[in-house]
DNA sequence: TGAGGGATGGCCT
DNA sequence: GGCCATCCCTCAC
């Protein structure tokens, strides 16, 4: 796969929120690549954004890899059950970050599907392979992303993004998701999907 | 097809 | 001690 370079993640994040849209995440979970196409992102704007975890120029040992140059992944624990993964956009001390909402298997398809639902991915019903993905939590148990990965190098060989096939994707964008306590933040049109 | 509520634990004040 | 960038089940329609 055509793994994407350092300059890619130093652009402004809603660029990069908006490209990822159609790229591939690709995951080497034990000796198994797993690859998952990026369908929705989030953009997260450091310390501008109410939404964000660094807002206000929060810093914790938490945040401290948004803090850090794009391009690591920044995971956290959600709601005591889930993960959400994030990468860390643009410059040092920017503190931004796009979150991965959802995506669609693309390679490993059975070995996410036991990850997801114990289950072979020709045994799932309709409805579990219309929701197989379709969220940030779901995302990370289908890849079995977790704490585990927080502020690894998406340079890395077995964790990284990969540009996809050049397509047209007809993105649209939205509010995001989940933020009411956001204030005027909640309704930024910083949500990007196919 | 959608609303309502419970599970669950790290993080931060 | 309260807050959460969630998910899934149940139940009604």
Redesign the pocket.
């Given at each position: 796969m055509n793994k994407l370079d350092r300059n890619f993640y130093l652009q402004d994040t809603l660029k990069v929120a908006k490209e990822l849209i159609g790229m591939y995440i690709v995951r080497n979970y034990n000796g198994t690549e797993l690859i998952m196409k990026i369908t929705e992102t989030?953009a997260?704007i450091g310390s501008i954004d109410k939404?964000?975890?660094a807002y206000g120029g929060?810093r914790?040992?938490?945040?401290e890899i948004m803090y850090g140059i794009g391009g690591y992944a920044?995971i956290?624990?959600?709601?005591?059950?889930?993960n959400?993964f994030?990468i860390v956009t643009e410059e040092k001390e920017k503190a931004c970050?796009v979150?991965i909402r959802g995506g669609s298997p693309e390679k490993g398809i059975n070995e996410m599907s036991q990850l997801r639902y114990e289950k072979a991915y020709n045994e799932l019903t309709a409805y579990q392979i219309k929701?197989f993905a379709n969220?940030?939590?779901?995302?990370c148990?289908a890849m079995k992303i977790t704490k585990e990965l927080n502020e690894k190098d998406l340079l890395s060989d077995d964790f990284y993004i990969a540009k996809g096939k050049k397509q047209n994707y007809d993105i649209k964008c939205s509010k995001?998701?989940?933020?009411d306590?956001a204030e005027e933040a909640k309704d930024f049109l910083w949500r990007f999907y196919v």
């Open positions: 989030e997260y939404a964000c975890h929060r914790t040992k938490r945040t920044y956290y624990l959600i709601y005591g059950m889930y959400c994030n970050a979150l929701n969220g940030p939590g779901k995302l148990i995001r998701i989940n933020i306590y």
